[in-house]
């Protein structure tokens, strides 16, 4: 841990007034982001490369600062899979600094023009691409979102003010230098990207009211963090609340499929947002397909909690109730339930699901058609596995997070999530008349 | 004006609870959302077919509601612009009538798909065009906005709840009638426009709580209501906040086309936000330009309030002061001032614009080119009038305002502006590694 890092922190906790430290930050960033805004793409691509390359040399500095962290975590007891989530290892760090030269590899979407037509009085009319502005994330206890954030704020032309988990404080400000160097290194303001340096809960208030400074807040982490930024913010907020994703396997389904993208879906990995946490089975072909998809769930040790039309065919699975519906259980659990049709399941969907990812599984294409029409999720899908709910997956190359608001970003956020269009207007002495 | 409005309105305000009362508009509507999502473009465009007819033939009604509006405002001594947007009369009930057909024949956004690309891992991904869900309307006196936003969220699939001023409220209730039954006639819920029928300003406020049932607030009228909005909400809103709006004549400029344009984007309208508020000139052109065109100005009656270097030029102008650099006039008055070169009028567009619409009116392609660029407005215009910027101007058809927000819809909103974006993933039993 540098001593600057150590000058920087209590400059910060000294602040007797946090809402004052934090508005300077607010003004640094806004004018960074003009500066941002207006930088050639290899100007960002070299920042980015740079960060990379920082990360690497610094690594035992961050190290340090990481283990500094760890030790007070101890102390606090902290629970197991945060602690997990605190820790940097060398793999990590490569894994942050590959990420920033992903993203440098990425296409530059600022300055995109598109749908330039002339109209009638003579002027011809489209749309520019242009950053946002500066953008402030408020995440928890993981080290890497710092520079995973900061690294498409940049690329999409965006002042980034990082705010993490308190917990995550020196690894957040280790990284943050080599952040700094990188955008020093590119000539860009090192303001284009900082690091909240208190630990002070009051820091995230004076952020959520500063809608002068900052024009967007994504938020990372768990239900009751989003859900409190959603509350309290005056600036608009890009929310991803939680996964309640379904599978519906339809009548006309082929079964084989079902059995592998209900599986697929459940048991590849418990603990992302798009895994599926309710299982809908049309009854025509529950008899067939329960018992086969049950024992594979069973073999992987996930627990089902089923219907009572479920539980006539799979008699082993446990009694669900109304709070299994709605579940986001992120485990090796599955609620099941038997429907009389698609009907019902989007009716179920749109009650107990929090429109995120849903699927169906089915052959008959008007139903295919329907499902995705009328299912109002950011995703939805036929015959594919919920887990396919990711940036990288839809190529969008990377992603700041899953958007399950329909305003502005809906699904995965990548970087044109991160812009805005303007209109854009030629003439040629152009009155109107 | 019918007993059954009269029903309506005694209904609402007896309510001792206005909340329960807008809480039921909420609920209903978002029923009324989920069959106007799914209904065909024949659907939509046989109600607004049938709204159109239903205000030609309800005519009568209309007006004499209107007229029982205009004695209360009369008695209350409201101002007499007020007055002017209140009054209804034959050609206004007719041009929203024909409105409704207008938005009948547009293209319908929904359901519309876009980038469907195969990804490696198999599955195709693309986007749908999906509604929005339930648009709170909130603006003021002019009862022709009912009918107006109604007729576009209604064809983007959307439903909608109407609060417009009370001092509109008997006008609002008899053209919500042709809203009504233009939907039954085309077998559409009648809850999918819904007017809230009592005076109670009480109504807003639970309307912006009401994030469960509305998905979007558009508020239209007035800073001060619009700043209220957009202060007190909880549901996201499409804010249009005031247009100080520029045209910078650049020392490369055509200054026959200088002169046309700058007098345009003045003297055509002086009402509407579109409308420079403050023209700059760069200092190389000012002694050329400034006189011939304050010579205009001042045969037009319009005040000009000038720098220093401008009222040398134009000893006739006023002084302007800080607050004329700041000031949307809506007026015939314009601040003038000489600036050193772009640099300097984007800096002043900066620090004292709305980032609304702004011009360069210049040859030089690069200038043209860092002035589209740089400049942080809704629309950024290269040789026109600020005037232009409008939805029908800009192809869009219709417009529900002009957003000066960055996130979703920026400029001119349209349909599009109303809709929303959900992805869609095909597979074929599709797995993920």
Known sequence: MSSANTAEISKATEQTDIKSYVAELGRAARTAADALAAAPTRAKNAALEAVAAHLLSDRAKILEANARDLRAGERAKLAAPLMERLQLDDARVEAMAEGCRQVARLPDPVGEISGMAQRPSGIR??????????????????????????????????????????EALHSNLATADALRAGLRAAKLPAEAAQVVATAERAAVGALLAMDDCIDVIVPRGGKSLIERVARESRVPVLRHLEGVC????????DLGKAVEVAFNAKARRYGICGAMETLLVAKAVAREVLPELSRRYFA???ELRGCDASREIVPQMKTANEDDWRAEYLDAILAVRVVEDMEQAIAHIAAYGSRHTDAIIT???????????????????????????????????????????????????????????????????????
Do not use: W
Not at 127 to 156: F, H, Q, W
Not at 374 to 385: G, L, T
């Open 246 to 253: 379904h599978v519906y396997i339809d009548a006309a389904a």
């Open 363 to 433: 052959e008959n294409l008007s139903r295919a058609n329907e499902f995705l029409r009328r299912v109002d999720s950011s995703s939805v899908m036929v015959n594919a596995s919920t887990q396919f709910a990711d940036g990288f997956e839809y190529g969008l190359g990377a992603e700041i997070g899953i958007s399950t608001d329909k305003l502005h970003a809906r699904g995965p956020v990548g970087l044109e999530g991160l812009t805005s269009q303007k209109y854009i207007v030629i003439g040629d002495g152009s009155v109107r008349a």
């Open 125 to 166: 009319v489209g749309k520019m691409r242009v950053p946002l502005g500066v953008i402030g994330i408020i995440y928890e206890s993981r080290p890497n979102v710092t520079i995973d954030a900061a690294a498409l704020c940049l690329k999409a032309g965006n002042a980034a003010i990082l705010r993490g988990g308190s």
């Open 300 to 302: 992987k040790g996930i």
